[in-house]
């Protein structure tokens, strides 16, 4: 008689362990590969912006955007749509804040009438209006006043209601024995984000890597942080506030699990 062939418990037991372990090794990379890909898509969805943003520049005597428009029912979204055509560029899809409405896009806005077309959560807009010399909206923001457009950020990405976003916001907005951040979109543990540069490029960036060490230069932000003495309106200021960001990013980003 010939006794038929089979597994042994021992040889099962290791042919799964073995399975355990390749799962255990590729699940990561996986979801690395996963996030890559979604990054990409984040990073194209920019690229689009900033060549919106520069037909927009182009059209308007090489001046940036204002943050509001139309007595402020609407937004630089809304000035850069009429040259992307396309509002799903303005929704990503790792940032969790995306699945809700920006300020101008609740029904609460406006009367509950928001215009169209509504944007979500996940991109800010940030004029350095120190440039201007005067405050926020006042002034007018053109190419002429940046001195270098390729490392000069003015779209990022983060969590926030407002459409506009600053150095002066704190790196964490949550300080009740636990961290949170209100900056970023969820890309690698809301360390770095995708940027769009003044002369409309687009790149991943570290956040770090916005707020370099002072060196006698301007930071991306468009200041120096050894001189942060500016004409405002007439007078000379000394607006420490703008380095809010940068400082509590260094103090606390470690603190991000």
């Known amino acids: 008689m010939q006794r038929s062939k089979a597994f042994t418990l021992i040889e099962l037991l290791v042919v799964i362990a073995i399975i355990a372990i390749l799962a255990a090794i590729l699940f990561p990379v996986f979801a690395q590969a996963k996030m890559a890909a979604k990054s990409t898509v984040t990073l194209?969805?920019?690229?689009?912006?900033?060549?919106?943003?520069?037909?927009?520049?182009?059209?308007?005597?090489?001046?940036?955007?204002?943050?509001?428009?139309?007595?402020?029912?609407r937004t630089w979204k809304h000035a850069i749509f009429i040259y992307t055509k396309n509002?799903?560029?303005?929704?990503?899809?790792v940032n969790p804040a995306a699945q809700f409405f920006d300020q101008h896009?609740?029904?609460?806005?406006n009367g509950n009438n928001p215009p169209k077309p509504q944007f979500r959560r996940g991109y800010f807009y940030y004029r350095a209006f120190h440039k201007t010399g005067r405050w926020q909206d006042e002034g007018d923001y053109?190419?002429?006043?940046?001195?270098?457009?390729?490392?000069?950020?003015?779209?990022?990405?983060?969590?926030?209601?407002f459409p506009d976003y600053g150095p002066w916001i704190a790196f964490l907005w949550?300080?009740?024995?636990?961290?949170?951040?209100?900056?970023?979109?969820?890309?690698?543990?809301?360390?770095?984000?995708?940027?769009i540069f003044a002369d409309g490029h687009a790149k991943f960036?570290?956040?770090?890597?916005?707020?370099p060490a002072p060196t006698g230069g301007e930071n991306m932000w468009q200041y120096d942080p050894a001189n942060l003495s500016f004409?405002?309106?007439?007078?000379?200021q000394t607006l420490g506030?703008?380095?809010?960001?940068?400082?509590?990013?260094?103090?606390?980003?470690n603190r991000l699990p």
């Open 44 to 73: 194209s969805n920019m690229k689009q912006i900033g060549l919106g943003l520069q037909l927009y520049i182009d059209s308007n005597d090489d001046l940036f955007p204002k943050i509001r428009h139309d007595a402020g029912v």
């Open 241 to 253: 506030w703008m380095e809010t960001f940068c400082v509590t990013l260094r103090q606390k980003i």
């Open 231 to 236: 004409n405002i309106n007439g007078t000379t």
């Open 87 to 93: 509002s799903d560029i303005f929704r990503d899809s």
């Open 174 to 195: 949550k300080e009740n024995g636990w961290a949170d951040t209100n900056w970023a979109g969820g890309k690698r543990n809301n360390r770095a984000m995708s940027l």
């Open 142 to 161: 053109g190419v002429s006043q940046i001195n270098e457009p390729a490392n000069a950020l003015v779209i990022g990405e983060n969590k926030d209601f």
């Open 105 to 109: 896009g609740v029904p609460t806005f």
């Open 205 to 211: 960036t570290n956040l770090l890597d916005t707020c």
